[in-house]
């Protein structure tokens, strides 16, 4: 019997470098090796993606439509020659799949919309063209504060990290972070996509749009708050209705989903407890039981609905209807992805929900909510005239719990909603007539609280 043993699937004498790097792989350990050796500048932190995104960026056009690029044009010559980002030699594999360009929030936020508010109703595009262009990050920022050495101690069999701060590294300014390198290390450098860095170490884009003399897409600087940011881009136009404006963030619109899908699944398991209910106290289970699998299915396709409303993380900045000027604006610090819109005056206020004719109509100073609620007919028969309620061009909401909404003022832009009588009685009922309010305006999430 002749048993012969695998080969050790061990590198002696190799360290390893992974991560966002130019060149991922093995390089040959030698006595006194440092960090430095393996990453000497900030050239061998830029990945290979990174490149491929940005080159994408310049290919010929090949979309329906678009000519063809010309012989004899002009084309940008690609390098071919590998990058030299790296020292040492390299005993593994290099290569790393290509992925694609991950959108920043900052992109996101203008394709999830921010519903039919006032602000991104009244500054979109009234045109036959679609936005093309955008600003996104090709590739995560490196993380410069943070990197880690994997080490296993052989003595003990354990494992340890040793982090250290890249940027001392790479810049010299700490010569205790570079230290030396033993055999078997493994250097992990991070993206800011994989730890979640401070919002002051954070690569920040933020949206201004609308009436602003330099509208566009800016990059934050260290420490710069709202008004700084609009004050260097130009401020308003003289037809900017700061009362209006929109002011989203990102984190906003993920906390409103979450309450959004808890609030879904509440009504979901009264839906459950509402036909156990009506099948227990009929006469006749099974009829009872047909009867209240319709009315349930069509309270959990109402349900499926609402669970397809995008918030829109809008903040209310509780700013005066003759607001004007930087000066009025909240000094609000800055996140990634935040979008400040701000439309003209809109000339209308708009009547919806259960009324003889929800429409809009033309605005005149001095009516109340109970004017246009008289032109659009009043309250249906299912209408509830003890809760009308008003959705300012603010955001903010006018309820009957704090002021009489009747003799309210009205301003330009304002949403008067009368909402459908809501029976305890009949839960499977009301979710259906609160899912079809929810089709006709953007109700904020405050505004469910007023109809529960």
């Known amino acids: 019997i002749i048993t012969i043993g695998a080969i050790s699937e061990q590198f002696n004498n190799a360290v390893t470098l992974r991560g966002n790097v130019a060149n991922p792989g093995r390089y040959a350990w030698h006595s006194g090796l440092r960090i430095s050796d393996i990453i000497p500048n900030t050239a061998a932190l830029i990945t290979r993606n990174y490149y491929r995104s940005r080159n994408a960026l310049g290919q010929p056009a090949t979309a329906a439509g678009q000519p063809p690029a010309q012989p004899g044009q002009a084309r940008l010559a690609v390098s071919t020659a590998p990058s030299s980002g790296s ?7 290099t290569g790393t799949a290509a992925e694609a360009p991950t959108p920043t929030a900052a992109s996101t936020a203008s394709s999830t919309g921010g519903g039919t508010t006032v602000g991104d109703a009244l500054t979109q595009n009234s045109g036959t063209f679609a936005a093309t262009n955008d600003l996104v990050l090709s590739a995560p920022d490196v993380d410069l504060a943070y990197a880690v050495v994997e080490r296993l101690d052989h003595t003990t069999l354990t494992t340890s990290l040793l982090p250290f701060n890249l940027g001392a590294v790479l810049n010299g300014t700490d010569p205790s972070q570079n230290f030396e390198l033993e055999p078997g290390d493994v250097i992990s450098v991070f993206s800011k996509a994989d730890i979640r860095v401070p919002q002051s170490q954070q690569t920040r884009y933020v949206r201004l749009e609308g009436e602003f003399l330099g509208a566009g897409v800016y990059s934050v600087r260290p420490g710069e708050t709202l008004r700084q940011l609009i004050t260097r881009a130009g401020g308003f136009t003289p037809d900017a209705y700061l009362y209006a404006s929109e002011f989203t963030r990102q984190s906003t619109r993920r906390v409103e989903a979450q309450r959004l899908r808890e609030y879904a699944d509440s009504l979901d398991a009264q839906i459950n407890a509402e036909t156990s209910r009506a099948v227990a106290s009929s006469i006749d289970p099974a009829s009872a039981a047909e009867t209240a699998t319709v009315t349930a299915d069509n309270a959990r396709a109402a349900v499926a609905r609402l669970r397809n409303i995008q918030p829109t993380g809008r903040s ?17 610090p800055l996140e990634d992805g935040d979008r400040f819109i701000v439309p003209r005056q809109p000339s209308t206020v708009n009547v ?3 009324v003889y004719n929800a429409s809009a109509f033309v605005f005149q100073p001095n009516l109340q909510v109970r004017n246009y609620l008289r032109d659009a007919g009043g309250p249906s028969r299912n209408g509830d005239a003890d809760r009308v309620f008003v959705i300012r061009a603010d955001g903010s909401v ?9 003799k309210a003022s009205s301003l330009p832009g304002d949403t008067v909603v009368v909402p459908p009588h809501l029976t305890r009685r009949n839960v499977l009922r009301d979710v259906v007539a609160i899912s079809s309010i929810f089709g006709q305006i953007a109700t904020p999430l405050s505004i469910i609280a007023l109809l529960r």
């Open 87 to 93: 020292t040492g030699t390299a005993t593994g594999s």
């Open 316 to 332: 209310v900045l509780k700013l005066k209807p003759d607001a004007s000027g930087v000066g009025s604006l909240p000094d609000l």
């Open 352 to 354: 919806a929900g259960e």
């Open 398 to 406: 006018v309820s009957r719990q704090y002021s009489n909404v009747a």
